[in-house]
């Protein structure tokens, strides 16, 4: 509940596909959340969302969702670009905020949006999924309790196999920022940086193999102008060194459309292993085993007092639910929200970097960039 007694009332300002994945199921199963409103360009959209989601108030002007007294919070989940104009709009209104990821196309932009949250005095959280894996949880309580001894070696592989038809507005840099970069290896920065603490410094490369300059249905479109490969080599500030690699054209990779995905930390005790599509097992290993599958404990399957059920549902999905729980328990008990703009600001200064460090083939020093 908010202070003043009823739930808290949700807008959700693009109604596609994450909105319709796990966040309006987010809010179904909160019961301290009521979804009450819907903002989307498209009214058609609109007018299935109203049964999709059992909604009456819809509007495709994000202002008065901003402007109205009756809503609490707002989740922004539209295409990069519109992102900070909709934040800084959401907390002049004084209303919570989750933002998806890429905050926005820049970190100067990022930056603006995170002061004017802090400004207005509201909840401001980044909708970095992957932190919320009961596998990463457990893998972030191994890493900090000293399980695995000192952290080495970071290592992430994201490898997609999308189609080389056109990905709409996530295949230009005036809507996306850029593409696999923005759109995936920033979730994987993020994570790193949870688990290892901050980058010092990195070295990062972007490349493009598609032109994608034909959509699904065949007609000819602009071609793309962002990356479909990226990846970058870093220095942590506690010494670790990390190795990311994501692409969304990896021949052979589909895997049911989940593709494949893995992280894992060398450490001078033992190494712990994370996969996107079996969240609820890491792998370890110490000298003289070989790494090895291990269910992770019932404790953190879910955030404690959630009432998700976490045997229910397929795993790689179900997780996605805890975000709108983090919101709301933030907005509840008056604290920062994780991860908050503060951590969407710091991915982003580093996702910057690569393209920096890919422009000047030089090695970038952030350390006094990060928040
Ligand atoms: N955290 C995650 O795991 C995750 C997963 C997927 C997408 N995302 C992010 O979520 C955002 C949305 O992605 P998606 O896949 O749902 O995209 P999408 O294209 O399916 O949905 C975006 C929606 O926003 C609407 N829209 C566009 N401009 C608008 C505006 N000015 N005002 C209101 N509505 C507008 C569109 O009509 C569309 O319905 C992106 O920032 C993306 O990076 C995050």
């Given at each position: 509940m908010s202070s003043n007694s009823h739930p808290i009332r949700i807008a959700i300002i693009g109604a596609g596909a994450v909105s319709d994945y796990h966040h309006v199921p987010g809010i179904n199963i909160d019961p301290r959340a009521e979804l009450v409103a819907a903002c989307d360009m498209s009214e058609a959209l609109l007018e299935q969302r109203k049964s999709d989601w059992g909604i009456d108030k819809v509007t495709t002007d994000f202002q008065q969702i901003c402007d109205d007294?009756?809503?609490?919070a707002v989740i922004i989940a539209t295409p990069n670009f519109t992102h900070h104009e909709q934040a800084i709009a959401a907390a002049k209104g004084g209303k919570h905020i989750m933002c998806e990821k890429?905050?926005?196309?820049?970190a100067q932009q990022v930056r603006e949006m995170r002061d004017a949250a802090v400004e207005a005095g509201v909840v401001h959280m980044t909708a970095f999924t992957y932190r919320f894996a009961p596998s990463m949880r457990y893998i972030r309580h191994l890493v900090q309790s000293g399980a695995?001894?000192?952290?080495r070696h970071f290592r992430s592989q994201r490898f997609l196999d999308w189609p080389e038809t056109s990905w709409g507005w996530r295949q230009y840099k005036k809507t996306a920022g850029a593409g696999d970069l923005f759109d995936m290896t920033i979730h994987r920065i993020d994570f790193a940086m949870d688990l290892m603490g901050k980058i010092d410094k990195l070295c990062g490369g972007v490349a493009q193999f598609c032109p994608r300059d034909v959509t699904t249905d065949g007609e000819s479109c602009p071609p793309s102008d962002v990356d479909d490969w990226s990846a970058l080599i870093g220095v942590f500030e506690n010494g670790g060194v990390g190795v990311w690699e994501g692409t969304?054209?990896?021949?052979?990779?589909?895997f049911n459309g989940f593709g494949h995905e893995l992280a894992e930390i060398n450490g001078s005790e033992a190494t712990v292993r994370y996969r996107l599509h079996e969240p609820n097992k890491i792998w370890l290993g110490k000298t003289g085993e070989d790494v090895a599958p291990v269910d992770v404990p019932e404790e953190f399957l879910k955030p404690a007092d959630s009432p998700r059920d976490p045997h229910e549902g397929k795993p790689a999905d179900v997780f996605r639910y805890d975000l709108v729980w983090e919101f709301c328990s933030a907005i509840t008990e008056g604290r920062d929200a994780m991860p908050s703009f503060d951590h969407g600001l710091n991915a982003q200064i580093i996702a910057d970097a690569v393209l920096e460090s890919n422009e000047s083939a030089a090695w970038v020093d952030v350390a006094d960039r990060l928040v």
């Amino acid at each position: 509940m908010s202070s003043n007694s009823h739930p808290i009332r949700i807008a959700i300002i693009g109604a596609g596909a994450v909105s319709d994945y796990h966040h309006v199921p987010g809010i179904n199963i909160d019961p301290r959340a009521e979804l009450v409103a819907a903002c989307d360009m498209s009214e058609a959209l609109l007018e299935q969302r109203k049964s999709d989601w059992g909604i009456d108030k819809v509007t495709t002007d994000f202002q008065q969702i901003c402007d109205d007294p009756d809503i609490d919070a707002v989740i922004i989940a539209t295409p990069n670009f519109t992102h900070h104009e909709q934040a800084i709009a959401a907390a002049k209104g004084g209303k919570h905020i989750m933002c998806e990821k890429p905050l926005a196309l820049n970190a100067q932009q990022v930056r603006e949006m995170r002061d004017a949250a802090v400004e207005a005095g509201v909840v401001h959280m980044t909708a970095f999924t992957y932190r919320f894996a009961p596998s990463m949880r457990y893998i972030r309580h191994l890493v900090q309790s000293g399980a695995i001894g000192q952290p080495r070696h970071f290592r992430s592989q994201r490898f997609l196999d999308w189609p080389e038809t056109s990905w709409g507005w996530r295949q230009y840099k005036k809507t996306a920022g850029a593409g696999d970069l923005f759109d995936m290896t920033i979730h994987r920065i993020d994570f790193a940086m949870d688990l290892m603490g901050k980058i010092d410094k990195l070295c990062g490369g972007v490349a493009q193999f598609c032109p994608r300059d034909v959509t699904t249905d065949g007609e000819s479109c602009p071609p793309s102008d962002v990356d479909d490969w990226s990846a970058l080599i870093g220095v942590f500030e506690n010494g670790g060194v990390g190795v990311w690699e994501g692409t969304t054209v990896a021949k052979g990779y589909g895997f049911n459309g989940f593709g494949h995905e893995l992280a894992e930390i060398n450490g001078s005790e033992a190494t712990v292993r994370y996969r996107l599509h079996e969240p609820n097992k890491i792998w370890l290993g110490k000298t003289g085993e070989d790494v090895a599958p291990v269910d992770v404990p019932e404790e953190f399957l879910k955030p404690a007092d959630s009432p998700r059920d976490p045997h229910e549902g397929k795993p790689a999905d179900v997780f996605r639910y805890d975000l709108v729980w983090e919101f709301c328990s933030a907005i509840t008990e008056g604290r920062d929200a994780m991860p908050s703009f503060d951590h969407g600001l710091n991915a982003q200064i580093i996702a910057d970097a690569v393209l920096e460090s890919n422009e000047s083939a030089a090695w970038v020093d952030v350390a006094d960039r990060l928040v």
